[in-house]
């Protein structure tokens, strides 16, 4: 029973360390990897034309995605009822999708679907 706990404890340790280890990447903490400290890594620069045009659907959503918040909180102050009303929260969560189909149909008739990206969602 000892040498059981001691191995178990031993492959613990070695997980512990391990992952200690690995946790920053190829670079450790100051990111010396292949990315290296650039802060720009991961943006690509776009045309002005579709940068406008992102920017247009941004502003066009804007209220939707306002909405889609108070829809949200409405849902999750549904939920933390004490006794939570299951017919209410699906409606609300009927809501919300119904919300996120009309930003995603926005996206398809502006034309903006795939090009918006960054580090958000890509419509």
Do not use: H, W
Request: hydrophobic share 45%; net charge positive; with cysteine.
């Amino acid at each position: 029973m000892k040498g059981f706990v001691a191995v178990v404890l031993a492959v613990a340790v070695l997980v512990v360390a391990g992952s200690e280890a690995f946790a920053f990447g190829p670079g450790g903490m100051m990111g010396g990897g292949p990315r290296g400290f650039n802060p720009n890594y991961g943006y690509i620069a776009i045309d002005p034309a579709t940068a406008a045009r992102c920017l247009s659907f941004e502003e066009t959503v804007l209220p939707l995605k306002r909405r889609l918040l108070d829809l949200k909180i409405e849902m999750l102050t549904l939920q933390a009822q004490p006794t939570p009303d299951t017919n209410a929260i699906n409606a609300k969560f009927a809501e919300i999708y119904s919300v996120k189909s009309q930003i995603k149909q926005t996206a398809i008739n502006q034309q903006v679907k795939g090009l918006c990206g960054g580090k958000g969602r890509k419509f």
